[in-house]
């Protein structure tokens, strides 16, 4: 299999700074398209993944799962991109194809696990898959995904992961007008909620513990907003929504929130902090409560997902970073601290 190198940036254990590293890539495959990568955005998996913080990961370690790029190459048997389309690539490169979730389009299901867009395993040159902190990638066209043209492809990043894993399960849990809709988290993935619980015509309420993130709430679209921290205003929305989408990436008390659901409600945790959440039976059990979760979602759906945020012009908030500034920007990560999702200008790293 022939291969090309190019300039990437990761780690090479879980306590070291990312710094610039040059790994390979597969040269395009029949049904591959190659991609020049503009922007990649920042999730808080990437720092999980970075520091080993769910166990498992290869090193080195390139993280990375918000691409848009264009279109440079195009393997022979690709029928639908072609060289220069704006496209995107998301937190899956491939799966089985065969399963059972895999045929209904729930590739992120798969029954034989899919392959990550870092950290998965790359089947033909038999190494860890390498993300988006990078100037290219090679990806299957089946798991390339077309990003609206209206839409700044900077701020459209975040979709590809922030966007998808909440778009996914307000729509399973059919939310939309006449639903009050609970935000918790407000970072990448809980202002992306927010914008598309919105736009679904639900009442959305923000659920907050950054008193700096109050008076913005209302700017991305809430209704209500509570912030976490204030025993009181906890108190006074006890029993008050119908569903809950929990976002939180660090250790939090999940009965707390749990009560803030009516009978028959239901909360999905998509954050993913690395130690168990403690659940007490009877947050569940007297109101006929739900507690599940949820994984990004199937390419189907994400691109359904990119064409109702192209319609409703919806993208992420963004501070633009180069490159070299990562390792700060997974500190300032860790303190709730940016407005609302990092996004690398790829360009750092060609210069
Ligand atoms: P992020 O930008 O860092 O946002 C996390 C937010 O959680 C913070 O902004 C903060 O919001 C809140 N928070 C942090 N510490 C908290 C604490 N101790 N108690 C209560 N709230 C706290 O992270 P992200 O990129 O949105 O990712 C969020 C989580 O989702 C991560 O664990 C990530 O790995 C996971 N994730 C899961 C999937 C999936 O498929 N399920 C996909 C992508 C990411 P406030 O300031 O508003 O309180
Ligand atoms: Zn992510
Ligand atoms: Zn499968």
């Not at 291969?3 to 495959?29: C, D, M, W, Y």
Request: hydrophobic share 35%; proline share 5%; glycine share 10%.
């Amino acid at each position: 299999m022939n291969t090309f190198s190019v300039k990437a940036f990761g780690t090479e254990s879980p306590e070291a700074p990312l710094k610039p590293l040059t790994i390979n890539r597969r040269a395009v495959t029949a049904t591959d398209v190659e991609i020049d990568i503009f922007y990649c955005g920042v999730c808080h998996s990437d720092l999980h993944t970075a520091r080993n913080e769910w166990q498992g990961t290869v090193y080195p370690n390139v993280p990375g799962h918000e691409i848009v790029g264009r279109v440079t190459k195009v393997g022979d048997h690709v029928s639908r991109f072609n060289v220069g389309d704006l496209v995107g690539v998301g937190c899956m490169v491939d799966s089985c194809r065969e399963c059972e979730s895999c045929r209904e389009g729930l590739e992120q299901y798969c029954e034989n696990g899919n392959v990550q867009t870092y950290n998965g395993h790359e089947k033909y040159l038999n190494q860890q898959t390498f993300g988006g902190y990078s100037e290219r990638v090679v990806v299957d066209e089946d798991f390339v995904l077309r990003i609206p043209e209206n839409l700044d492809p900077a701020a459209t990043a975040p979709l590809l992961c922030a966007g998808i894993t909440t778009y996914s399960p307000l729509r399973h849990w059919n939310v939309g007008p006449g639903k009050r809709v609970g935000i918790v988290g407000i970072g990448g993935l809980g202002h992306m909620g927010v914008k598309i619980a919105k736009a679904m015509g639900a009442h959305v309420v923000v659920i907050t513990t950054s008193m700096a993130k109050v008076a913005d709430a209302k700017r991305l679209g809430a209704d209500e907003i509570i912030l976490s921290t204030d025993e009181q205003q906890m108190k006074d929305n006890v029993g008050t929504l119908h569903f809950i989408l929990d976002c939180v990436s660090a250790a939090h008390d999940i009965n707390a929130y749990l009560k803030l659901l009516k009978r028959d409600g239901s909360l999905t945790l998509v954050g993913a902090p690395e130690n168990p959440l403690p659940v007490a039976p009877f947050s569940l059990i007297p109101k006929r409560k739900s507690f599940s979760g949820s994984m990004i979602g199937g390419i189907r759906e994400t691109q359904e997902m990119l064409d109702f945020c192209g319609r409703h012009n919806i993208t992420s908030d963004i501070e633009l970073i180069p490159m070299q500034d990562i390792n700060s920007a997974f500190e300032r990560l860790l303190k709730g601290d940016v407005k609302y999702r990092f996004v690398i200008d790829m360009q750092s790293l060609k210069s």
